[in-house]
């Protein structure tokens, strides 16, 4: 046993021998996604489950939300979309993305919680909701609704053939087809696995997950001689014969 002392100890030197270059600076936090100022494209950012919480990480973010949803067109924006087909699809694929996973998960940041509790105590927050509350042209923009033909679109579109034919061909499409056999690929478990154990999958902490910074510098070269150099396991002796 006393010489394996030294060939632990030479396992071990490289650990120590030098200090270890610096690691990498961890990643900055990502900007807050932009929220489409109203109609169609921010009807599509809230039905994607891999981008429709952009607007409640950030106080900013939320706040442009709100002013779009104050817009008449998001309204007729998200009535149109929930009589497309396609709208479905996309949603159910969404699900099944693995971005959806990180797009939810990104809310156990610290840092998110710190940014709303910096905004519930900024007046400039209250003063800016008041603001759009009090905005007369919010008003006057649904007091015109009825008559905007935007508005009556959705419910023209319920006399329209073609929605019908839509929807009964849906089953049937490519689109459909991809998604409901996407669970037979076993490439999207494997995804999956993946981004459960990329940090970046959850914010700023996630870095805490990289193992392999903490990991120690042995040399695999030396762990090999040591295990060589083991010695042998006694072999017990065969059972006698019976007599």
Do not use: C, H
């Not at 599509?44 to 891999?50: C, N, S």
């Not at 919680?113 to 905004?119: F, I, L, P, V």
């Amino acid at each position: 046993m006393k010489s394996l002392i030294p060939l632990v100890l030479l396992a071990a030197v490289p650990a120590f021998a030098a200090d270890p270059a610096p690691a990498a600076p961890a990643p900055a936090a990502p900007a807050p996604a932009s929220v489409p100022a109203a109609g169609e494209a921010l009807a599509k950012q809230m039905l994607d489950p891999t981008r429709n919480t952009a607007a409640f990480k950030d106080p900013q973010a939320f706040m442009a939300w709100t002013q779009a949803m104050t817009n008449p067109s998001t309204s007729a924006a998200l009535a149109q979309a929930g009589m497309d087909p396609a709208t479905y699809l996309r949603m159910m694929s969404g699900l099944m993305n693995p971005a959806s996973m990180q797009n939810y998960m990104q809310f156990s940041d610290p840092s998110v919680a710190m940014k709303w509790m910096g905004a519930g105590l900024d007046p400039r927050m209250y003063t800016q909701m008041a603001g759009m509350a009090a905005n007369p042209a919010m008003y006057g923009n649904w007091m015109q609704a009825p008559v905007n033909p935007q508005m009556w679109s959705p419910a023209m579109q319920m006399m329209n053939p073609g929605m019908y034919g839509n929807w009964m061909q849906a089953p049937m499409s490519p689109g459909a087809m991809n998604a409901m056999t996407a669970p037979m690929n076993p490439n999207m478990y494997m995804n999956w696995m993946g981004a459960g154990v990329d940090p970046r999958t959850y914010g700023t902490w996630g870095q805490m997950m990289n193992m392999q910074n903490m990991a120690p510098a042995i040399d695999p070269a030396m762990v090999l001689k040591l295990l060589q150099a083991m010695p042998a396991m006694p072999v017990a002796p065969a059972p006698a014969p019976a007599k």
